[in-house]
Nanobody, 118 residues
């Protein structure tokens, strides 16, 4: 059974930094993509960043401040968040598109709270 376990959220002042981690555990044949989404109160969940073998993609609102990276040996994706702003406050969810057996399956983490104070 595949699980995504996130860590690294917390409270930080504006201008500060946090690093989120997400590890996929279980029998995984291939990681096709891993990424981070966020959902603020009263808003829809939105893509923050995604990484595939072809490269990375970021939401315009985080370009230049956030960096996504992956350690394939550890099945772990990271989101380095710098110059945080109050509007970055949200629950951040890890997402993974994995090949398990012969199927491509979409998985979600449980979410980790990021709060940026002004």
């Amino acid at each position: 059974q595949v699980q995504l376990v996130e860590s690294g959220g917390g409270l930080v002042q504006a201008g500060g930094s946090l690093r989120l981690s997400c590890t996929a555990s279980g029998i995984i044949f291939r990681i096709n993509a891993m990424g981070w989404y966020r959902q603020a109160p009263g808003k829809q969940r939105e893509l923050v960043a995604v990484i595939t073998s072809g490269g990375t993609n970021y939401a315009d609102s985080v370009k230049g401040r956030f960096t996504i990276s992956i350690d394939n040996a550890k099945n772990t994706v990271y989101l380095q968040m710098n110059t945080l702003k109050p509007e970055d406050t949200a629950v951040y969810y890890c997402n993974a598109d994995l090949t398990v057996g012969v199927s491509n399956i979409d998985y979600w983490g449980q979410g980790t709270q990021v709060t940026v104070s002004s």
